[in-house]
């Protein structure tokens, strides 16, 4: 089940965060995805250590934690994009297929000429783009 998806800027600044939980888990959320900012950076930094070639823009499994896996993804314009999930069983090719989508979705809301870049994104179409990209992507059992 997908808990948490992130859009972070390129100067790390979050631009969307949005919890698919019903607790109040929403600090915690928050720090994971701040906290996978650093292996962002690391990964991006030093391609010959970890993993994926410059221009994969798929990170791949970030961190696992004791309830959730962090996955990343990275635009071309290092805005970074941060999913985090308490599936432990999740394929690579099902989370690239959510970045994918996740992307096209942020592409279109970044269009808009009324959003200011680097801002945070409060478009209600994006946030139902989302939450409808997250029930699609079968991670959602309550769905």
Known sequence: MIVCVAVVGHQNN???IQSFTESDDALKLHHIVHCSLDV???????????GPMLNDTFLGLLYPTENYKV???LTNTKVKFIL????????????RN???????????AVSNPFHVPGKKITS?????????????????PSS
Do not use: C, W
């Open 14 to 16: 979050p631009l969307y």
């Open 40 to 50: 962002v950076d690391e990964r991006v930094n030093n391609p010959k250590k970890s």
């Open 71 to 73: 996955y990343g993804y």
């Open 84 to 95: 985090v999930t308490t599936d432990l069983d999740v394929k690579d090719a099902d989370v």
């Open 98 to 108: 959510f970045f994918r989508r996740f992307h096209a979705a942020y592409v279109d």
């Open 124 to 140: 209600r179409n994006f946030a139902g783009r989302v939450a409808n990209i997250v029930k699609a992507f079968g991670l959602n």
